[in-house]
């Protein structure tokens, strides 16, 4: 599976940015999927994730309640909906997939990712 991450960008805090990660190649196949940032200095961290069915989604505590992860699977598409930005949210986005049904919130649980995007927030 080969994953592209788009959308990112300079926002302001308290805006909204919706990032997006196209899937392609083994997308016949289930692949659960997420999203982790990683902030410079910093190591990568867990942002959201969601199953194949979309029916179990997690989020990291930093951001629940601000960020959706949502995906349609018609579309090979997986999205991450980021409102009431903060500036701790600066990050580099990498969308990632594994395959199989289920999502894990450990980064060595994925087999694929995407090059990144960066989304920076302005305080």
């Known amino acids: 599976v080969q994953l592209q991450a788009s959308g990112g960008g300079l926002v302001q805090a308290g805006g909204s940015l919706t990032l997006s990660c196209a899937a392609s190649?083994?997308?016949?196949?289930?692949?659960?999927m997420a999203w982790f940032r990683q902030a410079p200095g910093k190591e990568r961290e867990f942002v959201a994730a969601i199953s194949w069915s979309g029916g179990s989604k997690y989020s990291s505590d930093s951001v629940t309640g601000r960020f959706t992860i949502s995906r349609d699977n018609a579309k090979n598409m997986m999205y991450l909906q980021m409102n009431n930005v903060k500036p701790e949210d600066t990050a580099v986005y990498y969308c990632?997939?594994?395959?199989?049904?289920?999502?894990?919130?450990?980064?060595?649980?994925?087999?694929?990712w995407g090059q990144g995007t960066q989304v920076t927030v302005s305080s």
């Open positions: 990632a997939a594994r395959l199989g049904v289920v999502t894990t919130t450990t980064s060595s649980g994925y087999d694929y």
């Open positions: 190649g083994r997308t016949r196949s289930t692949y659960a």
